[in-house]
């Protein structure tokens, strides 16, 4: 079963920047996409960017399109998620998850993930 760890969280002022990673172990890591959430306090899980496990293949939220960059290494088991500029909206819980449904260039749902780590916690101040 696959395991998830996020760590990278932290406090930054607005404009500032952020490297979050998630650290993967256990399942066959070929057959994953892995993707990042955020859920900030009173509002909902939202979908921040993916990464397929095995071509690289991304895709990002609208929202931070531009401003994060997902990415892994070919030679550990952590996949990063890059944040610039940020902004005191991106204060959430950040929270990896893993995917095996193929692969889609349209915003992920919750419950196309079958795995999730604890979260890590982001806060932009202005």
């Known amino acids: 079963q696959v395991r998830l760890v996020e760590s990278g969280g932290g406090l930054v002022q607005a404009g500032g920047s952020l490297r979050l990673s998630c650290r993967v172990s256990?399942?066959?890591?070929?057959?994953?996409?892995i993707g990042w959430f955020r859920q900030a306090p009173g509002k909902e899980r939202e979908f921040v960017a993916i990464i397929q496990w095995s071509d690289n293949k991304v895709y990002y939220a609208d929202s931070v399109k531009g401003r994060f960059t997902i990415s892994k290494l070919n030679d550990n088991n952590d996949v990063y998620l890059q944040m610039n500029n940020l902004k005191p909206e991106d204060t959430a819980v950040y929270s990896c998850?893993?995917?095996?449904?193929?692969?889609?260039?349209?915003?992920?749902?919750?419950?196309?993930?079958?795995?999730w780590g604890q979260g890590t916690q982001v806060t932009v101040s202005s």
């Open positions: 998850a893993a995917s095996t449904i193929l692969f889609k260039t349209t915003v992920w749902d919750t419950s196309d993930f079958r795995s």
């Open positions: 256990g399942g066959f890591f070929s057959t994953y996409s």
